[in-house]
């Protein structure tokens, strides 16, 4: 019963800008569309949570933009060329296209594995090296990039606005660049960047009007953005890291080639941090990915981030998520019993009688509710107690079974999966059930008794066993205040 939103149920969208640190009333360049950058991952290794977050967060952005009816283009680009690539290839003596490749391919296997939709456009650095060279001679020629042995910097001196976007002040500027203490020596300001830098033996190169080299990280999205969206655009969004160096950068590389507008809104969302302590290789605390959706469902995943706000910081713990797989199996539990009920329903009622009695319960306010939500600056976590609250109103006329409920029922299982189109926290991968006076129901319960026993002693290592044992036969156990509930899901 999908059916496109009308301008007033879709409402007003309103945006927080970084750039200008305020909500902001949504008006796409063009009617209708919303041309939309992610920065995309460094391809050297595998992604951890931390970079799932932006992932799912403007995954859900983009879904919602194409549920109100907006045509979006989506560009991410692939950085396959850096210094952190180069030194994995030298350390596991391959190439860098062997790494780049490598990890490129996992990035996209744990995008799929975390439920996001692929990108129209997936860039790389090294396909748009030769559009880089020309925006880089063009800096070069109005003054705003010098050469320095073989380097070419963008002197931040030259630009007015430098440090207006991150509020950075230019004479008390931290470096904040990939860069080692040789480099520092031959640059005009501390805060000037690298746009390109010289070869170095073994390393992949370039032929430029500076020598032969390869580019500085911080102009590949100028380019690739402009090249596929346009020189200006809606969106432009990532991690709040990026707000300085890297998006100020960018900012002062277009606004000095003649493209002050470039991105309308700069999205940015917040860090991830594990147990309250900030991830880092060094402390040993990075959570891998695809270490992640090997041991909880996608849809838990994608609840545990979108129960916060994306500009608000998450702290990781595993019992955080464990709270998320939860709901999300108690959610498919539910979708799952209801839809099976209603097939054994004898109502006759047509989509449009349905529609018309269901209108009369003010299920709608739920939906209306979400959108509302959604439209304050994509707050998720509001769209998500609206759908959890409709379930629990829709679990009460479930509860016994009538007929005289199915069109409520009927109504609003259709609004959870249309609410469902952008959130994407409902399981589909439904199975067959196996009916419950087949299963060794004694052995299920006995299991059961002695995890609800370990919990209750604290040994949380030997109920996760006994979780994964049922999970493994096909049993799905909900912790609830009452007590433990399972079903199977085989």
């Known amino acids: 019963m999908r059916r496109a939103l009308t301008e007033q149920e879709k409402g007003t969208i309103y945006i927080y800008n970084s750039r200008n640190r305020k909500k902001e009333k949504f008006i796409p360049v063009q ?12 391809v050297y290794n595998y992604i951890h949570i931390g970079n799932a977050r932006p992932l799912i967060v403007f995954d859900v952005i983009k879904k919602y933009f194409e549920y109100c009816g907006y045509e979006v283009k989506h560009v991410q680009n692939i950085t396959d060329i850096d210094d952190r690539i180069i030194g994995k290839a030298i350390a596991e003596k391959t190439s860098t296209n062997e790494i780049a490749n490598r ?51 963008f002197d931040v001196s030259k630009d007015s606005q430098y440090g207006s976007f991150s509020g950075k002040d230019l004479n008390s500027m931290e470096l904040g660049n990939r860069v080692d203490e040789k480099i520092t020596k ?39 953005s402009a090249k596929l969206l346009g020189g200006e655009f809606d969106i432009h969004a990532g991690g709040v890291d990026l707000i300085f160096p890297h998006h100020e950068n960018e900012i002062a590389q277009a606004r000095c080639v003649g493209n002050p507008k470039f991105a309308k809104y700069w999205m940015h969302n917040e860090f991830v941090n594990i147990k309250d302590k900030k991830m880092a290789k060094s402390v040993g605390n990075v959570v891998l990915v695809n270490d992640l959706v090997k041991k909880y469902r996608k849809e838990a995943i994608r609840l545990f981030f979108l129960q916060t706000h994306y500009r608000k910081p998450i702290s990781y713990d595993e019992k955080h998520i464990e709270s998320a797989e939860s709901a999300v ?17 004898t109502s006759k009622l047509s989509d449009k009688e349905v529609l018309k009695i269901a209108k009369n319960q003010h299920l709608d306010q739920y939906k209306k509710d979400a959108i509302r939500c959604m439209n304050e600056d994509f707050n998720t976590s509001g769209a998500i107690a609206e759908m959890f609250s409709l ?11 009538s ?80 007590g433990t509930r399972w079903w199977s899901n085989k």
Not at 31 to 42: D, F, I, L, Q, S
Not at 112 to 139: H, Q, R, W
Not at 329 to 345: C, D, H, I, T, V
Not at 391 to 401: A, D, F, I, Y
């Open 329 to 345: 199996e108690s959610m498919y539990r539910f979708w799952f019993l209801l839809k099976k009920a209603m097939k054994r329903s």
């Open 31 to 42: 009617e209708n569309k919303v041309a939309m950058y992610t920065c995309g991952p460094t």
């Open 403 to 482: 007929d005289d409920n199915y069109a409520e029922l009927k109504y609003g299982h259709d609004l959870l999966l249309d609410l469902d189109k952008f959130l994407c926290i409902i399981p589909k991968d439904e199975k067959s059930q196996i009916p419950f006076e087949s299963l060794e129901i004694k052995k299920i319960e006995g299991l059961i008794a002695e995890r609800t026993n370990n919990r209750n002693n604290k040994e949380w290592g030997k109920a996760d066993k006994i979780r994964a044992k049922l999970m493994g036969m096909g049993v799905v156990i909900e912790d609830t205040k009452d």
């Open 391 to 401: 379930k629990s109103v829709l679990e009460q006329l479930m509860e016994p079974w």
């Open 186 to 224: 031959i640059k005009r300001n501390q805060g000037d960047f690298s746009l390109w830098k010289p070869a170095k033996p073994g390393e992949p190169s370039w032929d430029s009007p500076w020598g032969k080299g390869r580019p500085g990280w911080h102009t590949e999205c100028v380019v690739m």
């Open 103 to 153: 990890y490129t391919k996992a990035f996209f296997d744990d995008c799929k594995a975390l439920g996001t939709k692929k990108p129209d456009f997936s860039p790389k650095a090294t396909d748009y090296v030769g559009e880089m060279i020309s925006l880089i001679n063009e800096l070069v020629k109005n003054d705003t990039a010098y050469e320095a042995e073989g380097n070419v910097f």
